[in-house]
């Protein structure tokens, strides 16, 4: 049950952090006023675009930092030498020679 909330925690990120990339929101936040044009929502972004790019960045270098993070740790004390783990060459190697 955790490695599944896991995932759709990681999915979540991972499609919100592609779309408040800074190199994706002058694409997306006109999209969003347009869908939400007419309502208080739309008129929020529209006045508060700067504050909107701003809070965007922030947290897209935040799930940066995640998945960064999670990657430096889940290979963290783990090494091939001493564990009996062969890469694929290692193997290709003993096939031949064998």
């Not at 952090?17 to 694409?27: I, Q, Y």
């Not at 504050?51 to 940066?64: N, R």
Request: proline share 3%.
């Amino acid at each position: 049950m955790a490695k599944t909330f896991r995932g759709i925690t990681n999915v979540f990120l991972l499609i919100t952090g592609f779309l408040t990339c800074p190199c994706h929101l002058p694409f997306v936040l006109p999209a969003l006023a347009g869908l939400f044009a007419g309502t208080a929502i739309g008129a929020f972004i529209a006045e508060k675009t700067e504050l909107l790019i701003a809070l965007a960045t922030i947290y897209f270098i935040g799930v940066v930092l995640y998945f960064l993070r999670g990657k430096k740790s889940a290979g963290a004390g783990r090494s091939a030498e001493g564990s009996g783990a062969l890469s694929s060459i290692d193997k290709k190697k003993e096939r031949l020679s064998a």
